[in-house]
T-cell receptor, first 114, second 116 residues
Framework: GAVVSQHPSRVICKSGTSVKIECRSL??????MFWYRQFPKQSLMLMAT?????????EQGVEKDKFLINHASLTLSTLTVTSAHPEDSSFYIC??????????FGPGTRLLVL | AQTVTQSQPEMSVQEAETVTLSCTYD???????LFWYKQPPSRQMILVIR??????QNATENRFSVNFQKAAKSFSLKISDSQLGDTAMYFC?????????????FGTGTRLQVTL
């Protein structure tokens, strides 16, 4: 199957700093990637849809100025959590679309904001 | 709006036995895709199986098969010969098929424990 990587796998940062998470499709090109957030023992919550070469589409209630998404190439999308606070601590997962219907997921990034 | 319901929060099965996880969905669309994803303790989401709504034949991937009942809007997953490595959270997901990449709607998940 298609392989999607995320970096870093785990990050700890101080409150007020910004953190960038990378999502790469390793063996295919993805015009569309998705970013999710997952709280413990819960399902995935879609944050935004990232389209190569255009602005991301954010879900209702997700602050686009706080969660900056850039999809500059067909293999890379980045999520930057700006001015992170403890409530932003979570597990962030990206996915990349193969064809137009099947999403393959990255391994996730655990963010802890102190 | 589409909804996906997984009514079994937790299930347990003995190794080598068969287990069925249930999923129902609600939609007014006629063309769509259905998926089962597995999330083991590593938290990596893994695609288990997918079904295209216009195909009447149930999808099968090795020990995993689905029972797709379109009229009843039901999409259950059967795991045969359960293995310890099948222990994971299983999410049912729905996607409409507009011809461009579309969002997944996930169920709340079923935690499956495979025991010796």
């Amino acid at each position: 199957g298609a392989v999607v990587s995320q970096h870093p796998s785990r990050v700890i940062c101080k409150s007020g700093t910004s953190v960038k998470i990378e999502c790469r499709s390793l063996d295919f090109q993805a015009t569309t990637m998705f970013w999710y957030r997952q709280f413990p023992k819960q399902s995935l919550m879609l944050m935004a849809t990232s389209n190569e070469g255009s602005k991301a589409t954010y879900e209702q209630g997700v602050e686009k100025d706080k969660f900056l998404i850039n999809h500059a190439s067909l293999t890379l999308s980045t999520l930057t959590v700006t001015s992170a606070h403890p409530e932003d601590s979570s597990f962030y997962i990206c996915s990349a679309v193969v064809g137009w219907e099947t999403q393959y997921f990255g391994p996730g990034t655990r963010l802890l904001v102190l | 709006a589409q909804t996906v319901t997984q009514s079994q929060p937790e299930m347990s099965v003995q190794e080598a036995e068969t287990v069925t996880l249930s999923c129902t969905y609600d939609t007014s669309e006629s063309n769509y895709y259905l998926f089962w994803y597995k999330q083991p303790p590593s938290r990596q989401m893994i695609l288990v199986i997918r079904q295209e709504a216009y195909k009447q034949q149930n999808a099968t991937e090795n020990r995993f098969s689905v029972n797709f009942q379109k009229a009843a809007k039901s999409f259950s997953l059967k795991i045969s010969d359960s293995q310890l490595g099948d222990t994971a959270m299983y999410f049912c997901a729905f996607m409409t098929s507009p011809g461009t990449a579309s969002k997944l709607t996930f169920g709340t998940g079923t935690r499956l424990q495979v025991t010796l």
